[in-house]
Nanobody
Framework: QVQLVESGGGLVQPGGSLRLSCAAS????????MAWYRQVPGKERELVAT???????NYADSVKGRFTISRDDAKNTVYLQMNSLKPEDTAVYYC?????????WGQGTQVTVSS
């Protein structure tokens, strides 16, 4: 099993930045892919960014050029650097790990972009 704990959310003005962290309960070295998703009430959970063990990354079109996903295997942590934030980025952000055929999720962290 993998427990995931997100942190770093909060309230930020449009154009601002936040860095989300996802701390895993075990080494993430063997976890092939980790990802960040987001969800707003009444909508499906949306894939934001993924990163693989070989540092391959993918991003949703809506965040390309603004968000950066990274991983620090020594700290068992995945990060999401979010710059140039927009009100439409407001959501609960969830960390995901796909490991040995199972999906693992954190509890989520709220990001609110508002003036």
């Amino acid at each position: 099993q993998v427990q995931l704990v997100e942190s770093g959310g909060g309230l930020v003005q449009p154009g601002g930045s936040l860095r989300l962290s996802c701390a895993a309960s075990r080494t993430i070295f063997g976890i092939n892919a980790m990802a960040w998703y987001r969800q707003v009430p009444g909508k499906e959970r949306e894939l934001v960014a993924t990163i693989t063990t070989r540092d391959g990354t993918n991003y949703a079109d809506s965040v390309k050029g603004r968000f950066t996903i990274s991983r620090d295997d020594a700290k068992n942590t995945v990060y999401l650097q979010m710059n140039s934030l927009k009100p439409e980025d407001t959501a609960v952000y969830y960390c995901n790990a796909y490991y040995l055929g199972f999906d693992y999720w954190g509890q989520g962290t709220q990001v609110t972009v508002s003036s």
